[in-house]
């Protein structure tokens, strides 16, 4: 049985200063499925995710999640709604530890007002173990016990780039955004990265939009393939479908 759809992207564009950075780009991504975006630098690949969360206002074509219209809703508002993702710069409070970085991700989960939870009494204390409960699932998922309480910017870089899906994962979304989890990681450090996104498609039952250069990966862990060239889509299937297209080979994996 066909899975059902959960986000729908149709006739995309966008434009900065007269130049095209999307130009009729659709695609859909399915229930728990991993849809990979690939193509050159500057291909567009990130202006689409930021499209999907509310970073960018595109000019035409419309975006639905879950059946509901979210095109040039505000940030905060989607990611309520189950849409959470990684950057390609890290996002981190460098200055706290794994397990506050988590906690801070959970922000608009919070439900208790200042009072209650500055007493720690009640209903704040209820949803204060709660939302440690939930962060403490994440770190022995990511298998960051060791470094729970460890102060973000005196660990490598692997580690904060599992830190950093671990704060889209504390968010509790029904869509992952990742864009380049793996850039700049050593083999085995993408490895473990790999072997993590896996465990939350086939756990977590997540879907997951994921735009990485590394093509091993791509092809290994990917259910479909959206490809890119100058914001244009040249071509979509599955990963040996993609390995054959003489459009994708002359555009980005080389003649």
């Excluded at 809703?73 to 397990?99: C, E, H, W």
């Excluded at 460890?150 to 671990?166: A, F, P």
């Amino acid at each position: 049985m066909e899975k059902p759809t959960i986000l729908k992207v149709e006739d995309l564009y966008l434009t900065f200063g007269g130049v095209s950075a999307l130009v009729g780009v659709s695609f859909e991504v399915k229930a728990g499925e991993i849809l990979s975006i690939i193509g050159p630098n500057g291909a567009g690949k990130t202006s689409v995710l930021n499209c999907i969360n509310g970073f960018y206002k595109p000019e035409r074509g419309e975006i639905t999640f879950e059946g509901k219209r979210i095109t040039r809703m505000r940030p905060d508002k989607i990611a309520r709604m189950g849409i959470s993702r990684t950057f390609q710069n890290i996002q981190l409070y460098t200055g706290l530890s794994t397990v506050d970085n988590l906690m801070a991700a959970r922000h608009f989960h919070f439900k208790t007002n200042f009072l209650e939870s500055a007493l720690y009494f009640g209903r704040g204390h209820r949803e204060e173990i709660r939302h440690r409960r939930m962060v403490e699932e994440t770190v022995e998922f990511l298998e960051m016990q060791p470094y729970r309480n460890t102060i973000v910017g005196s660990l490598s870089y692997g580690l904060r780039k599992r830190i950093d899906l671990g704060r889209a994962l504390a968010q509790e979304p029904k869509l992952l955004l990742l864009d380049e989890p793996m850039a700049g990681m050593t083999l085995e450090e993408k490895e473990d990265m790999a072997r993590f996104i896996l465990d939350v498609q086939e756990e977590r039952h997540m879907a997951i939009v994921l735009i990485e250069h590394d093509m091993s990966v791509v092809m290994d862990i990917t259910d479909r393939i959206v490809v890119l060239d100058f914001g244009r889509k040249i071509a979509e299937g599955v990963p040996a479908e993609i390995k054959q297209n003489p459009l994708v080979i002359k555009a980005y994996l080389g003649e």
